[in-house]
């Protein structure tokens, strides 16, 4: 059974910095994409980054210079720098993931997002001006 379990979430003043992580436990898949999603109160979830299991990334234009996705395959584990917060980036964020294929070229959008299988339960990023 695939899990995935977030942690790393907190608060922070404005231009402070944090790192998620996911661990993935459950699945061997050699080609995926995983990926970061966020959902503020009375919001859509709206997606942040992916990464592919050949190190493509993909940003949303609202985090990008700001959020680095990466992974350590080793670990099992999936991470989100996220550098330079604004109070816009509070939401609780979550991992996704999407085994045995690339991610979809529309991977933030709805459609896209019911492409990813598995998720986790969320870990909250509060951000204060």
């Known amino acids: 059974q695939v899990q995935l379990e977030e942690s790393g979430g907190g608060s922070v003043q404005a231009s402070g910095s944090l790192r998620l992580s996911c661990t993935v436990s459950g699945w061997t898949a050699s080609t995926y994409c995983m990926g970061w999603f966020r959902q503020a109160p009375e919001m859509g979830r709206e997606g942040v980054a992916t990464?592919?299991?050949?190190?493509?990334?993909n940003y949303d234009g609202s985090v990008r210079g700001r959020f680095t996705i990466s992974q350590d395959n080793a670990k099992n584990t999936l991470y989100l720098q996220m550098d330079n917060l604004k109070p816009e980036d509070t939401a609780m964020y979550y991992c996704?993931?999407?085994?045995?294929?690339?991610?979809?070229?529309?991977?933030?959008?709805?459609?896209?997002?019911?492409?990813?299988?598995?998720w986790g339960q969320g870990t909250q990023v509060t951000v204060s001006s």
């Open positions: 996704a993931a999407r085994p045995r294929y690339y991610c979809p070229y529309d991977a933030f959008s709805p459609s896209g997002r019911t492409t990813f299988a598995y």
């Open positions: 990464i592919d299991s050949n190190g493509h990334t």
